[in-house]
């Protein structure tokens, strides 16, 4: 069953935030920020595949506030579980509606996972290609912050199969978070 599809405006607004703790000093990275937060608005829940290049996860969507928590180095801003998880869910469906197609499953556990890309589908049991990845690796690849072959490189990426690759679909444009994109 797919998930509704997150508003334009809702899920823009929880990627700025995630972007905006990320860039800020003092946070080294996203993983760091989402420890700080204090749990309020938490969702759980294992991911769920969509149907051809749906969408689909378990948990709310969340809204697009902010928490604030005590970063080691003073008074850095925190973003909240439910920012987090509305930034990749929304993400991860932006990717899908780019990238038509069910021959790549793109995996961010726990919060959601899609299928996406053209060419040859499956239809039962796991995908032959596989991409997966934690939700700071999903927000820093597709913001630019990170690029596919170093993510790769470091262990960041998990990639299985011979089209198992986001090159061409990352970062996203359109994001709105540095100039031209």
């Known amino acids: ?3 509704a599809r997150i508003a334009d405006a809702v899920g823009l607004s929880a990627v700025a935030a995630v972007a905006a ?4 000093p003092g946070t080294a990275d996203l993983a760091d920020a989402a420890d700080l937060a ?6 759980g829940g294992a991911a769920a595949t969509g149907g051809a290049g749906g969408a689909a996860a378990t948990g709310g969507a969340g809204g697009a506030g902010t928490t604030d928590g005590a970063a080691a180095s003073g008074t850095a801003r925190a973003v909240g579980r439910d920012v987090i998880a509305t ?3 929304y993400t991860l ?14 995996r961010v556990p726990p919060f959601a996972a899609v299928q996406c ?7 039962r049991g796991t995908p032959p290609n596989v991409v997966e990845m934690d939700a700071p690796t999903w927000l820093a690849l597709v913001t630019g912050t990170l690029d596919w072959v170093s993510g790769v490189e470091a262990g960041r990426i998990h990639a299985s199969g011979q089209r198992a690759d986001l090159r061409g ?12 994109s």
């Not at 204090?38 to 969702?43: A, K, N, Q, V």
């Not at 890309?117 to 239809?123: L, N, R, V, Y």
């Open 1 to 3: 069953m797919a998930r």
């Open 87 to 89: 930034a990749v869910r």
């Open 169 to 180: 679909y990352v970062p996203l444009a359109g994001l709105g978070l540095r100039p031209g």
């Open 21 to 24: 703790v990320t860039a800020s």
């Open 38 to 43: 204090d749990g309020s608005g938490t969702t």
């Open 93 to 106: 469906q932006v990717l899908a509606e780019r990238a038509k197609g069910n021959t790549v499953e793109v």
């Open 117 to 123: 890309i053209e060419g040859p589908g499956h239809t």
